[in-house]
């Protein structure tokens, strides 16, 4: 979950601009609403964490859950 604002900030395509602009139709957060999900399995707040320990969050639930398998060997 990250507000708008960083989105925008983090934009280095400039699709925020684009669709501030108009030129981009039906954006997410900008003219088309975000509808957080009601049932959402995981959720990362990438404000309070590294692109690297969100990537290690959903590795974790991914490996709790069963769709990786845990390899002891290593």
């Known amino acids: 979950m990250t507000p708008v604002e960083v989105c925008e900030r983090r934009d280095r395509k400039g699709l925020y601009a684009k669709a501030r602009a108009g030129i981009l139709k039906d ?34 639930h991914m490996e709790h859950e069963g769709y990786l398998a845990v390899n002891d060997n290593l």
């Open 27 to 60: 954006f997410t957060g900008v003219s088309d609403p975000y509808e957080e999900p009601k049932d959402a399995e995981i959720v990362i707040n990438t404000v309070d964490v590294t692109p690297e320990e969100a990537a290690q969050a959903i590795i974790l």
